[in-house]
């Protein structure tokens, strides 16, 4: 019976220390199942800040162009008389009137 009891011992420590390696082994392997996700959402998120700040920059932008060109709009409309009108309607009709202009380069062949 002492045999039995001292074999009984053995294998209780033989299934303690299996379950302990295999408890070590298991939280191994989530360690490194958490690292690999955090790694991965990290980049993940710089991925999406960068998009982010990129749609701002867009944003901002388009807000700066159109805002100037309000402003140019109403100086512009602040500041034209009739006069000025007239004198640019001339101008773009005299300029209409003429046939454009040709560029006469000259090349030199090499063949």
């Known amino acids: 019976m002492s045999k039995k009891l001292a074999t009984l011992d053995q294998e209780i420590e033989r299934v303690r220390s299996d379950m302990r390696s295999a408890g070590e082994s298991e939280r191994k ?4 199942e958490a690292k690999e996700k955090r790694t991965r959402m990290e980049r993940d998120a710089q991925t999406l800040i960068g998009q982010e700040l990129k749609a701002a920059r867009e944003g901002l932008t388009g ?3 159109k805002s100037a ?3 140019a ?3 512009l409309r602040a500041k034209i ?5 007239n ?4 101008e773009y009709l005299a300029a209409s009137r003429t046939p454009p202009r040709r560029c006469e380069a000259k090349y030199e062949r090499r063949w």
């Open 63 to 65: 807000e700066m162009v």
């Open 29 to 32: 392997r989530i360690l490194a």
């Open 69 to 71: 060109l309000k402003s």
């Open 73 to 75: 709009e109403s100086t």
């Open 81 to 85: 008389t009739a006069a000025d009108q």
């Open 87 to 90: 004198r640019l309607a001339e």
